[in-house]
């Protein structure tokens, strides 16, 4: 049971590179989002998506990019990356019934950029 | 501006004593709230949850309480275990998955 599944576990870029974050899930959930986690900052929500072909912004969205064009599969972009986007990025899928739901989270991804 | 706040960095407490985590919020309107554990190198795990129509949740050695009124929740761990050792993270949502998390808590329970 793989759960929620992110390659690559580790990164270095340089200034300016573009790289993909891949994120897959084999729950079948709707939902699935990117977060970003900072020395006392908590989790940060980059982007999420609520279904195939519908994909908006979290808290801090500026600088990446995501699509979503199978249930599976949520990948985020860095276009152009920067000092900044050095960090550990989470992608989690849920479920939501009512008014219970979990969030599982993938094993996170830790990039950094130079 | 955080709408979700931890405000202990970390905390220390002695094998099988109580462990309390706090966390307060300030949308009035969060419905949903959550606490995840944290090993290092490993993602967030869900610990346990509370709808806003509740004001405890109970799953064996873990209770959240929530006070609406103070807008405030809380995390018991009784009795603590060195396992416990983490980061715990309190989140909250409004109408379900797009949660809102504090900075984290290191909880360090002592043998």
């Known amino acids: 049971n793989a759960g929620v599944t992110q390659t690559p576990k580790f990164q270095v870029l340089k200034t300016g590179q573009s790289m993909t974050l891949q994120c897959a899930q084999d729950?079948?959930?709707?939902?699935m989002s990117w977060y970003r986690q900072d020395p006392g900052m908590g989790l940060r929500l980059i982007h999420y998506?609520?279904?195939?072909?519908?994909?908006d912004q979290g808290e801090v969205p500026n600088g990446y990019n995501v699509s979503r064009s199978t249930t599976e599969d949520f990948p985020l972009r860095l276009l152009s990356a920067a000092p900044s986007q050095t960090s550990v990025y989470f992608c989690?899928?849920?479920?939501?019934?009512?008014?219970?739901?979990?969030?599982?989270f993938g094993e996170g991804s830790r990039l950094t950029v130079l | 501006d955080q709408q979700v706040k931890q405000n202990s960095p970390s905390l220390s407490v002695q094998e099988g004593r109580i462990s309390i985590l706090n966390c307060d919020y300030t949308?009035?309107?969060?419905?949903?709230f959550l606490w995840y554990k944290k090993y290092p190198a490993e993602g967030p795990t869900f610990l346990i949850s509370?709808?806003?129509?509740?004001d405890k949740n109970e799953d064996g050695r873990f209770t959240v309480f929530l006070n609406k009124s103070a807008k405030h929740l809380s995390l018991h761990i009784v009795p603590s275990q060195p396992g416990d050792s983490a980061v715990y993270f309190c989140?909250?949502?409004?109408?379900?998955?797009?949660?809102?998390f504090g900075a984290g808590t290191i909880l360090r329970v002592k043998s």
């Open positions: 989690a899928s849920s479920y939501w019934t009512g008014d219970t739901g979990e969030l599982f």
């Open positions: 729950m079948n959930h709707e939902y």
């Open positions: 998506s609520v279904g195939a072909g519908i994909t």
């Open positions: 949308n009035s309107m969060f419905d949903y």
């Open positions: 509370i709808s806003s129509i509740k």
């Open positions: 989140a909250a949502s409004l109408s379900g998955n797009k949660l809102v």
